[in-house]
T-cell receptor
Framework: DGGITQSPKYLFRKEGQNVTLSCEQN?????MYWYRQDPGQGLRLIYY???????QKGDIAEGYSVSREKKESFPLTVTSAQKNPTAFYLC??????????????FGPGTRLTVT | AQSVAQPEDQVNVAEGNPLTVKCTYS??????LFWYVQYPNRGLQFLLK??????LVKGSYGFEAEFNKSQTSFHLKKPSALVSDSALYFC?????????????FGTGTRLLVSP
């Protein structure tokens, strides 16, 4: 899982509560990403950031928010507006964000369960 | 739409036999293609990529993949499967998104290697 840490590994929340997932990397990568993984659907991009203080919506950003105040950190908040938040969340990073040649490195993931 | 397809939800193979996990792609321009592996409750690990050059790409853990432009395929292969290769495998392709190059993932193929 390289130099990317995600915490906690498992997270349980009640419906209607916001929750923040942590992602930290020590790889000195410029770009960071958040994905959501559901069974049979692969990975879907939630948000991405190419540089500090800048981020863009991915394919399924509704109900989520992010910040990028430091190069190393890219926390994801799952808000109460997210209709189906229970999923496995993966953070990733890569070098040279505008190049498609570089692979992404993934963290170990956080499994969020909302009841 | 630019995408990748993994037509098999699961591939079963006996230990010692060759394995193939299929991937086809649909993109405009030159494809940048990637294979990742995921073990249970873990993040994705990069296996190999095709950017340009030799159509046969060698990667980690003895895996290789063959890029076939005429068939728009990028199948993952290994000459002799191990039980420890049992995992979920994802194919991904780079796509352009308003100046940012992102990865689009297939839905994954579960590989089960029996002793």
């Amino acid at each position: 899982d390289g130099g990317i840490t995600q915490s906690p590994k498992y997270l349980f929340r009640k419906e209607g509560q916001n929750v923040t997932l942590s992602c930290e990397q020590n790889l000195n990568h410029d770009a960071m990403y958040w994905y959501r993984q559901d069974p049979g659907q692969g990975l879907r991009l939630i948000y991405y950031s190419q540089i500090v203080n800048d981020f863009q919506k991915g394919d399924i950003a509704e109900g989520y928010s992010v910040s990028r105040e430091k190069k190393e950190s890219f926390p994801l908040t799952v808000t109460s507006a997210q209709k189906n938040p229970t999923a496995f969340y993966l953070c990733a990073s890569s070098i040279v964000p505008t190049s498609g040649r570089r692979e992404q490195y993934f963290g170990p993931g956080t499994r969020l369960t909302v009841t | 739409a630019q995408s990748v397809a993994q037509p098999e939800d699961q591939v079963n193979v006996a230990e010692g036999n060759p394995l193939t996990v299929k991937c086809t792609y649909s993109v405009s321009g030159n494809p940048y293609l990637f294979w990742y592996v995921q073990y249970p409750n873990r993040g994705l690990q990069f296996l190999l990529k095709y950017i340009t050059g030799d159509n046969l790409v060698k990667g980690s853990y003895g895996f290789e993949a063959e890029f076939n432009k005429s068939q728009t395929s990028f199948h993952l292969k290994k000459p002799s499967a191990l039980v420890s290769d049992s995992a979920l495998y994802f194919c991904a392709v780079r796509v352009m998104n308003t100046g940012f190059q992102k990865l689009v993932f297939g839905t994954g193929t579960r590989l089960l290697v029996s002793p």
